[in-house]
């Protein structure tokens, strides 16, 4: 296939350029190189795939993005660029929405102009359900849980965005969703739970996992906003792409277009509890620090993977310890580059 990965110089594109790469697929990359790591992982995919068609461009810029699609023809766009910190977008609205909500819809406007037919793939949040105030949570012990929903929040529970950030991925996810029905366009929106693994580079506002792993290892405290007892569902990269693939291979028959995909409520945990794990795996202490709630965070998200299941037969393979400590293999090596300065995020 020939493929066109925007965000292909973050944690998610760069891993999923390399997995292309081995499975023989064409690659195109568009990232603006805004990232912290991201010009790292550029570095690290030339050094390890050797040339492909690299464009620094912004996304945001409609006539760049147009230019990407004159004359070629591309199988499938994922589409991962973005703004990926909802602090970020508290900080700066305007540059967040520009960027996930214009951003995806200049993408959608090139490929309908341009008459190409690519599966679009756009990688949403489960932000975009925001509390879920329908599906109440309760504290049961050192975590919160969902105890009218033991398989998590399915794709039929109401979207109801908070914080800018979930307002402009909501946006893309939605325009997305009406570009299929409207205008054709084969696309399909993933309400993503908390990836992590090798290649990610998070900070204090995103990417927490890899962050307080890298935390650990360099003896760093880390500040948990809120009391630490809120829960995820870990995805870790390999599953993720696992799935990225098996929907690009058969997406014609598929019968949905909208999945929320996560570890489910098998690879859920707390801060503390992955505080705790990573403690065990790293043989070293965590300092924690605490700090208020941050706007729109949820108590407990956990996704209910069923849809996925029942269409792809996908299920996570990677159990969280298994996970974590891959991470922690790989930031071994990487720890040098928590002292690279981060940048105005412009769009990944």
Not at 234 to 263: R, T
Not at 305 to 315: D, M, P, Q, S, T
Request: aromatic share 10%.
């Amino acid at each position: 296939m020939n493929l066109l990965v925007t965000g292909g110089a973050g944690f998610i594109g760069s891993n999923f350029v390399l997995r292309a790469n081995r499975e023989s697929h064409t690659v195109t990359v568009v990232d603006n190189l805004s990232r912290r790591g991201a010009c790292a992982n550029l570095s690290r995919l030339r050094s390890q795939i050797g040339p492909f068609d690299f464009h620094e461009l912004d996304i945001r810029n409609q006539h760049a993005v147009d230019q990407l699609f004159a004359g070629k023809r591309f199988d499938g766009v994922i589409h991962l660029a973005g703004q990926v910190a909802v602090t970020q977008s508290v900080i700066d609205p305007r540059l967040d929405f520009e960027v996930n909500a214009t951003g995806t819809l200049n993408l959608l406007e090139a490929i309908r102009e341009s008459g190409s037919d690519p599966v679009f793939i756009y990688a949403s949040t489960n932000k975009v359900y925001g509390p879920a105030e329908d599906c109440p949570s309760v504290e049961l012990g050192d975590r919160y849980v969902l105890p009218d929903q033991p398989f998590g929040i399915s794709e039929q529970v109401k979207l109801d965005f908070h914080s800018p950030y979930g307002c402009s991925k909501g946006a893309g996810d939605q325009y997305v969703a009406d570009y299929r029905r409207i205008y054709g366009l084969r696309s399909y929106v993933l309400r993503q739970s908390c990836i992590y693994g090798p290649g990610q580079l998070g900070w204090e506002e995103q990417g927490w996992v890899a962050w307080f792993a890298m935390c650990a290892l360099a003896g760093q405290p880390v500040t948990i906003f809120g009391d630490g007892k809120q829960v995820r569902d870990l995805l870790y990269i390999d599953d993720l792409l696992d799935f990225y693939f098996l929907l690009l291979q058969q997406e014609s028959a598929l019968p949905k277009f909208v999945y929320n995909i996560g570890g489910g409520p098998g690879q859920s945990a707390s801060l503390h509890e992955v505080l705790a794990a990573l403690e065990r795996i790293t043989e070293r202490p965590i300092a924690k620090l605490y700090g208020d709630w941050r706007p729109g965070d949820q108590r407990v998200y956990i996704s209910d993977i069923r849809l996925a299941e029942a269409c792809f037969g996908w299920r996570p393979v990677r159990q969280l310890d298994e996970g974590l400590k891959s991470l922690v293999a790989w930031a071994k090596d990487a720890i040098l580059l928590l002292s690279e300065p981060k940048t105005q995020q412009r769009g990944k």
